[in-house]
T-cell receptor, first 117, second 112 residues
Framework: GAVVSQHPSRVICKSGTSVKIECRSL??????MFWYRQFPKKSLMLMAT?????????EQGVEKDKFLINHASLTLSTLTVTSAHPEDSSFYIC?????????????FGEGSRLTVL | SQQGEEDPQALSIQEGENATMNCSYK?????LQWYRQNSGRGLVHLIL?????REKHSGRLRVTLDTSKKSSSLLITASRAADTASYFC????????????FGKGTTLSVSS
């Protein structure tokens, strides 16, 4: 159990276009999901906390108008990279915590590799 | 923001040897977790140790936590080639629902 599905796994887009990445908890409910960004051979940097039914909480330095997050249901959060530029190319990973579990671990999607040309 | 620092950054060993990775963090925590990441993939949870615990085992994994030194170690015994991956420690400031803050990771290579 506790599977998180992330789609698409890879996306290539032209500069100036917008890209949407979906994160779904398949067999559990998640009031909170987290979006991370990872550069090659680097650690995960928390971008924002996605809250079901309310606005996302962004980390310092992350542009909320650039990275739009929507958490419309207990099983789906989306990250939209708007007007993408080459410097937005990165590996984006979502994660979620199962509200039914008392443990604190996060369950991660497989990540989405974005390449902006 | 970055919380933890792992060392070493990279570790190369032979199959059968033990691998030890260390993690230091800066703030008070509720728990500390270790994750594994295969190249280009998502993260897999390995083990969680709470702030009131000092040592925990899971299969070939042994984790220690020293809250006075704000440090943790992950020991993988009798390593296998399949253990080749990056390993990250992550800290939770509380259990309620805050995000995990990850360290920089240790890249482990196990050769057969």
């Amino acid at each position: 159990g506790a599977v998180v599905s992330q789609h698409p796994s890879r996306v290539i887009c032209k500069s100036g276009t917008s890209v949407k990445i979906e994160c779904r908890s398949l067999d559990f409910q998640a009031t909170t999901m987290f979006w991370y960004r990872q550069f090659p051979k680097k650690s995960l940097m928390l971008m924002a906390t996605s809250n079901e039914g309310s606005k996302a909480t962004y980390e310092q330095g992350v542009e909320k108008d650039k990275f739009l997050i929507n958490h419309a249901s207990l099983t789906l959060s989306t990250l939209t990279v708007t007007s993408a530029h080459p410097e937005d190319s990165s590996f984006y990973i979502c994660s979620a915590r199962d509200i039914a579990r008392a443990t604190g671990e996060l369950f991660f999607g497989e990540g989405s590799r974005l390449t902006v040309l | 923001s970055q919380q933890g620092e792992e060392d070493p950054q990279a570790l190369s060993i032979q199959e059968g040897e033990n691998a030890t990775m260390n993690c230091s963090y800066k703030t008070s925590i509720n728990n500390l977790q270790w994750y594994r990441q295969n190249s280009g993939r998502g993260l897999v949870h390995l083990i969680l140790i709470r702030s009131n615990e000092r040592e925990k085992h899971s299969g070939r994994l042994r984790v220690t936590l020293d809250t006075s030194k704000k440090s943790s170690s992950l020991l993988i015994t009798a390593s296998r080639a399949a253990d080749t991956a990056s390993y990250f420690c992550a800290t939770a400031l509380n259990q309620a629902g805050t995000a995990l803050i990850f360290g920089k990771g240790t890249t482990l290579s196990v050769s057969s």
